[in-house]
């Protein structure tokens, strides 16, 4: 069964606004990482925060991490028309195999 | 750049026969995963290697799916027979180590059984 639950499950934007999206998670986790995937295609990986952190940046990405709610959010700042993809959150269990668990998704249309 | 190296990209079968798929991962990772992704739907992992040992297969339906990495370098992901609900896409992935790396994913490989 899949770990992750995105929230929402699509949304629409304009460009240059901003985009948050929410994961929810259920069990301990190792780290949270989030992944994009353009139709058809692989997916791609865009940030990695692990459980004893709160916040993390990289470029136009900000996600944080609250293990008390199991939850954790990404912000796409400055929206463009290439953010336009499908976004994903990871969970990775503590212990065991430590196996990468993928939520359902969220589709994200930037519009021009 | 490294890059997980997939085949083939389109695979057509029908159902009842035997379908592969090939994976490369990037060069020096030890782990290696087989997902499988329906159309508007997450990736779900059917098998994760350490080196040449499964590490997890719980989700792999084993009657028909049987996965392989025999030097611990390259995988082979079969399915026998394939059946209509098989169709999906089947995505290869590899990360340096377990403990938390991200992984690294191929183009996949889009199965249609007829």
């Known amino acids: 069964s899949q770990q992750g639950e995105e929230d929402p499950q699509a949304l629409s934007i304009q460009e240059g606004e901003n985009a948050t999206m929410n994961c929810s998670y259920k069990?301990?986790?190792?780290?949270l990482q989030w992944y994009r995937q353009n139709s058809g295609r692989g997916l791609v990986h865009l940030i990695l925060i692990r459980s004893n952190e709160r916040e993390k940046h990289s470029g136009r990405l900000r996600v944080t991490l609250d293990t008390s709610k199991k939850s954790s959010s990404l912000l796409i700042t400055a929206s463009r028309a290439a953010d336009t993809a499908s976004y994903f959150c990871?969970?990775?269990?503590?212990?065991?195999?430590?196996?990468?668990?993928f939520g359902k998704g969220m589709k994200l249309t930037v519009n021009p | 750049e490294a890059e997980v190296a997939q085949s083939p990209r389109y695979k057509i079968t029908e159902k009842s026969q035997a379908v592969a798929f090939w994976c490369d991962p990037i060069?020096?990772?030890?782990?290696l995963y087989w997902y499988r992704q329906i159309l508007g739907q997450g990736p779900e992992l059917l098998v994760q290697?350490?080196?040449?040992?499964?590490?997890?297969d719980s989700q792999l339906p084993k009657d028909r799916f049987s996965a392989e990495r025999l030097k611990g370098v390259d995988s082979t992901l079969k399915i026998q027979p394939a059946e209509l609900g098989d169709s999906a896409m089947y995505l290869c992935?590899?990360?340096?180590?377990?403990?938390?790396?991200?992984?690294?994913f191929g183009q996949g490989t889009r199965l249609t059984v007829v």
């Open positions: 060069s020096g990772h030890a782990t």
């Open positions: 992935a590899s990360s340096s180590k377990i403990g938390g790396a991200e992984a690294f």
């Open positions: 990871a969970t990775r269990f503590q212990g065991g195999s430590e196996k990468l668990v």
């Open positions: 069990t301990s986790i190792n780290n």
């Open positions: 290697f350490q080196d040449e040992s499964v590490v997890d």
